[in-house]
């Protein structure tokens, strides 16, 4: 993969010319940043810098894709069709073909065919899929679903989690009935299971606590704290009992409120009453999954899953807003990341006005794990920060990442329809030189003496300590920052650099021999122009970090064909297999809706 384009090449250079004039000229101010070898490590999950599907046609590299959203909740695995509510007048269409070649359009389960074809290609990306939770599911392409026809009626298809009989590889579309554990079951015979290629984490749909204004033609009443539940269980065990080895997400919690009360659901008040000691939703959730393990005898949630959209207002009183030359507005975006982990900050927003009561949100989730069901793991599979067009959005989700590295976060995927600058950090993390070069999977101590003006996250791979990779931020809006490195228990001779800035939204190769960079004795200087996020490789010599980015890139290969391998035996299914049972389907499938792909 080339790092950059030949227009791009030329702003690369541009970038580094301006570096070489002014290293000598340095106008601001300066940040220590300490790394200690000899500290407590963290280990960090491979699968925090993710995507969700609707970025994952670009060049972005990222390790997690999931398939996902409003659009999710309405899927009909059988025949592709999907509503989208009210984000489009609530339309039934063939929205999720669109995404998608042809050949795949007429064949059950494509979004997660799609999504798992979208992985491979992506360095064989951890797949994760949305299963249908609300009752109904989209029963044409029909157009519009008005008021007079929703749930239950013809414009619809009812969905049972658990089928109770045979399961069978091409599902009668006739039966007015969509059965869950049949997907499941239907997938794992397509592509594997999740430990031979297949799908490997499954989403308990999206936004339950939003269905009766998100899906008010499919789930009119508002969703319950005891359906929820009820669900979520009886769809875990499905998955379970088929794959074993699939990681189960849930309950896809959308906000603030969602944690807080589940939107303040019908039931409750009424839970809240009887047990005082839930501090929030999330509490009486986890215990009840708990409860479900301990009666089951089998873990069913594997991570707790939750959406989280900062609502910080910048100067200008609003939420994430789009000011990227307005010196303040930009730095409310930068500290809005602080929400998630710091107890001495506190956000302009709603949530504050209304006491904040669980902010820093990732502390307070943990606390929760601890208490009602250790050993739950931590999901944010949707977030954005924003500033997708400008630096500071590609500085704000590099925050974000190092953060939840931080906090040992599982599983992340951006969500948002542009995301140029969030998806260039997300490559500068996992795949800074275009060969595969990446983060490491330990988190080194590292600490900066001025956090508003820069932060930095370090790393080893696999207790290596030859190489360091060290991210590093300037969030100074006008001025360059001296960051002087130290790291403790190391003796480094070689700095390679590489960045984000305001010439465009990919990892510029700043070259090891930059002038921005000098080494002396135990200290690294590196003079930061104003608004940048920079990967520093460094290394005891040249030769430490060649050998690092030989392994990288032999893992790579490695991983790449292990997968093919996998396939290739368990994709006799639908590959070919969509050829075979699903390819039998696929021609009844045209015949029926060939008057419903306009």
């Known amino acids: 993969m080339k790092r950059y384009s030949k227009l791009s090449a030329l702003a690369a250079a541009a970038a580094a ?76 269409d063939n929205y999720f073909q669109q995404t998608m070649s042809k050949d795949l359009w007429d064949t059950p389960g494509a979004m997660s065919i799609n999504l798992r074809k979208r992985c491979d290609e992506k360095r064989s990306a951890y797949a994760m899929t949305t299963l249908q939770l609300a009752g109904y599911v989209s029963a044409d392409m029909d157009g519009e679903v008005t008021q007079a026809q929703k749930a239950p009626s013809e414009r619809w298809n009812k969905v049972e989690l658990v089928k109770g009989s045979e399961f069978t590889m091409t599902p009668d579309l006739n039966d007015g009935t969509v059965y869950m554990d049949e997907y499941v079951n239907y997938l794992i015979n397509t592509l594997g299971t999740a430990k031979n290629g297949g799908i490997q984490g499954y989403s ?39 794959d074993p080895d699939a990681e189960v997400f849930g309950p896809a919690l959308f906000g603030y409120s969602a944690f807080q009360s589940f939107v303040n659901a019908p039931d409750w008040n009424e839970i809240k009453s009887l047990r005082p000691d839930y501090r929030w939703f999330i509490d009486y959730y986890l215990e009840k999954m708990k409860e479900a393990e301990d009666e089951n005898g089998v873990r069913l949630i594997d991570a707790l899953d939750i959406h989280y959209y900062t609502e910080a207002k910048g100067e200008c009183g609003e939420r994430s807003c789009k000011h990227y030359t307005n010196e303040n507005c930009v730095k409310a975006r930068f500290d809005s990341v602080r929400s998630l982990w710091d107890e001495s900050y506190k956000e302009d927003s709603w949530i504050t006005d209304t006491g904040g009561e669980f902010l820093p949100l990732l502390p307070n989730i943990k606390q929760s794990i601890d208490q009602f069901y250790p050993g739950t793991k931590i999901a944010i599979t949707e977030y954005d920060f924003g500033g997708s067009y400008d630096i500071c959005g590609g500085i704000a989700e590099a925050e974000a990442l190092g953060v939840f590295a931080q906090n040992e976060v599982y599983l992340a995927t951006l969500f948002a329809m542009e995301a140029d600058y969030q998806c260039a950090a997300i490559d500068l993390y996992t795949n800074y030189d275009g060969n595969g070069g990446h983060f490491g999977n330990e988190l080194l101590k590292c600490e900066t003496s001025d956090y508003e ?82 990967m520093l490789v460094i290394a005891k010599d040249k030769d430490a970090v060649a050998a690092v980015e030989a392994t990288a890139e032999n893992e790579t290969l490695s991983k790449i064909e292990d997968s093919k391998a996998e396939k290739s035996s368990s994709r006799k299914t639908v590959y070919a297999g969509a050829a075979g049972a699903a390819g039998i389907a696929a021609a009844v499938f045209a015949v029926l809706r060939s008057r419903k792909k306009s």
Not at 47 to 66: C, K, Q, S
Not at 498 to 509: E, I, R, W
């Open 17 to 92: 010319l301006c570096m070489a004039a002014t290293a000598a000229h340095a106008d601001g101010g300066s940040v220590d940043i300490t790394i200690d070898l000899s500290a407590e490590k963290t280990p960090i999950s491979p699968y925090i810098f993710g995507i969700n599907e609707e970025l994952m046609g670009g060049d972005v590299m990222p390790t997690a894709i999931r398939a996902g959203g409003n659009r999710s909740s309405a899927y009909n695995w059988e025949t592709n069709a999907s509503n989208a509510g009210s984000d489009r007048s609530h339309m039934s």
């Open 204 to 242: 308990m749909d999206n936004e339950p606590g939003l269905w009766h204004m998100t899906h008010a033609r499919m789930h009119p009443e508002q969703c319950t704290c005891e359906e929820i539940v009820e669900k979520n269980i009886t769809m875990a065990k499905a998955v379970k009992s088929l």
């Open 453 to 534: 003006r820069s932060t930095g996250y370090a790393s080893i791979q696999d207790d290596n300590t030859d190489v360091v990779t060290l991210v590093l931020t300037n969030k100074a809006f006008k001025d360059k920052t001296t960051a002087n490195i130290k790291i403790k228990g190391g003796d480094y001779s070689y700095v390679h650099l590489y960045g984000l800035n305001s010439f465009a939204p990919q990892v510029f190769d700043m070259t090891d021999t930059n002038p921005a960079v000098t080494v002396s004795g135990d200290t690294i200087t590196y003079e930061m122009e104003p608004e940048t996020v920079s």
